[in-house]
């Protein structure tokens, strides 16, 4: 009787875990940065072995170097169609064989009003901080409620669907 209430119980706290990763994902709205990826992948395909040379670029081994790099994020900019992301992507990989990296990217596209902007950005490096580390979950999930009540009572109150928090702590 005791183990069947404990498996009973078991299966419940799964099937809340996977509703409340369900509601954050969907609340996030993420860019699909796998399937971009996979895109990439696809492309440096078509030419294997033309991005190594960025490996031994000096500034790059420093900054993959984690005793002496100066900064965790590696910010390629360039101008459009020359490269920047395929290049990107070519790091991703390499950088995922590393076991205990964590790796989070985004890929910026001018004129695509989901991949130009911070809130983008902040939404799919939360979604995959949260693929690498479950967590995260329940404090996501948290602030996710906390915001859509706060966002919810205001616009009843004010009429207003343009709601911005800004919290202090």
């Known amino acids: 009787m005791r183990v069947t209430a404990k498996a009973k119980f078991q299966a419940l706290r799964e099937a809340e875990d996977l509703q409340r990763r369900s509601a954050v994902y969907d609340w996030l709205s993420a860019a699909d940065t796998a399937l971009d990826q996979e895109i990439k992948a696809s492309v440096r395909a078509k ?49 995922r064989e590393i076991p205990s990296a964590h790796i989070f990217f985004f890929y910026c596209k001018h004129k695509d009003k989901s991949r130009n902007s ?37 616009s009843l109150l004010t009429g207003s669907t343009n709601v911005y928090q800004i919290k202090r702590r």
């Open 118 to 154: 911070f809130i983008a950005f902040a939404r799919a490096i939360i979604s995959q901080a949260i693929t690498q580390n479950d967590s995260l979950i329940s404090y996501v999930y948290e602030e996710a409620a906390t915001y859509e009540v706060w966002t919810k009572s205001i």
């Open 47 to 95: 030419y294997p072995g033309v991005y190594r040379w960025v490996l031994d670029h000096t500034s790059i081994q420093v900054w993959r170097d984690s005793a002496s790099r100066p900064s965790p994020i590696l910010w390629v900019n360039g101008i459009p169609k020359s490269g920047k992301t395929t290049l990107a992507s070519f790091l991703i990989e390499h950088l």
